[in-house]
């Protein structure tokens, strides 16, 4: 370790080895250089460079001198920071003179010329220094406290997380009746179904909140035969909130989500949207309180229809082998059925459900639903933009018997998701002529669509082509179609219509075969 000399004493060393060194050999270097360091105690490069350097450097000592930013300064500049709420140097420095312009025009600052003068002039970097003592002493700023996100509150649960779930786990949606368009108001159905039996239930919503969908699953949750044990929602802000999430854990109900944009997680219910709201509400508009009471009158028929009388297929097993994917499905069960024979579900909910049954009439039911569809027709919405119109009343009536192919879902196809086209395209060719055919064929039911064309052409000749005849053909067989159903269902429709008390789940009125008319 070298030894330790004062600065005096270093200086006074390098003058003297200096000339010494310029002059000496390579070894004589080596060993003043030797000597240097021992007695110095530097580095042995900082020696060269010493004894190399041709003159003698130091420092000029400073002197005390007037400071330009004086306490003055340095007052007034904390003043503007504080009413520029602690901002940093470089957004102060840009805002300073308004700032001070605009705190001494309503009597929050009186500065000395000088002093305003100085405070314009400093620099970004010079306000940093001036306002380092009192940012060390003035502490950070509160910070304001962040709220747990909701989502992060839910789990996640995806298709393959059910396994075999036991009756009460539901999965819950959204259907808009928005007619396409998603401005404005109109009315959701918030919709749940039984992951295990299927069995569905629908409420009308006039809004989307939060505290709305509170009150439907609870109205659900009366109707459902089975307590509720979990709900599963996909990330909609309506569902994942404080208000469901209260709901569930004073309840003790299982919250869960899907994935987001994962609609496949949702399987149960997308298939529910689809193949009971949409076949039975269609995709027609649906605003207002009256709308609300038409939808929730059709689903009350609907609940029944569906969960007691109308059978589904269930995935059991899939099973992928390259690209090819194998699926295995139940025998077609009404929801009623399983949990019937489900062990989960207790005995005096099952001796309920066979009650409830045994008292239905599913020919009622239906034609309830279809005057409730009538009347949804009638108080649809208007297009709120420019495409096809709305049907009308007769048309919505005239194609019912073809709308449960909108919802059908078969194990073996694919679903259709794009809505069929209900809107001609070109002028009917027998718009003005249509009410004669009709006329021949009561009076002549056996006539043939080529005879009866045979007839049009003769009668204005040159108007109908004869590609039209194709056209006249496929018209007439729709119209024997009808004109089959009603005489098949004439009568169940004549009694529905003037005898059958409103069906509800404990009674079912119906008239006797003895009083009913041919």
Known sequence: MGTIVSKEARQELIEALRQRYWVATKKEKTRILDEFVAVAG??????????????????????????????????????????????????????????????????????????????????????????????????????????????????????????????????IDFVAHCGGVLTGAFIHSLVATDVCSGWTEAVPLLAREQSLVVEGIEAMGRQFPVAIVGIDTDNDSAFINESLLAYCERREIEFTRSRAYQKNDQAWIEQKNSAVVRRFAGY???????????????????????????????????????????????????????????????????????????????????????????????????????????ESLEQFLSQLSQRWRLGEVRPTHMQHTAKPRTWRTRKDPFEGVWSEVLLWLQQDPDATAKVLFTRLQSRYAGKFSDGRL????????????????????????????TEVAPIGPNRVQRTSPERTTA
């Open 42 to 171: 530097c580095h042995r490069k900082h020696a060269v460079r010493l004894l190399n350097t041709r003159e003698s450097v130091s420092r000029p000592t400073r002197v005390g001198g007037r400071r330009v930013y004086d306490e003055a300064v340095r007052e007034a500049v904390i003043v503007a920071w504080e009413a520029a709420d602690r901002i940093c140097g470089k957004r102060l420095h840009a805002v300073l003179p308004n700032l001070i312009e605009a705190m001494e025009r309503h009597s929050h600052l009186e500065l000395d010329a000088l002093v305003r003068a100085r405070v314009l002039s400093a620099s970004a970097a010079t306000i940093d220094r001036l306002l380092a003592p009192v940012r060390r002493t003035a502490g950070r700023r509160r910070k304001r406290r962040r709220t747990k996100k909701v989502s992060k509150q839910v789990a996640v649960r995806t298709f393959s997380d059910w396994e075999d779930p036991t009756p009460g786990y539901l999965e």
């Open 284 to 390: 027609e508009r649906y605003a207002g309180s009256i709308a609300g009471q038409a939808l929730a009158h059709l689903y009350s028929q609907v609940r029944l229809y569906v969960n007691y009388f109308q059978p589904s297929f269930k995935l059991i097993a899939k099973t992928r082998d390259g690209a090819r994917v194998s699926k295995r499905y139940d025998r077609p069960t009404t929801p009623c059925d399983r949990l019937l024979a489900h062990d989960a579900v207790r005995p005096e909910v099952k001796d309920r459900l066979l009650w409830h049954r045994d008292r239905l009439d599913p020919v009622a039911l239906l034609h309830g639903i279809r005057e409730a569809q009538a009347a949804l027709a009638a108080l649809a919405s208007p297009a709120l933009s420019d495409g096809p119109q709305r």
């Open 470 to 497: 194709r056209t006249l053909q496929r018209r007439i067989r729709e119209w024997r179609a009808i004109m089959a159903r009603k005489l098949i269902y004439a009568t169940v429709d004549e009694k529905h219509c």
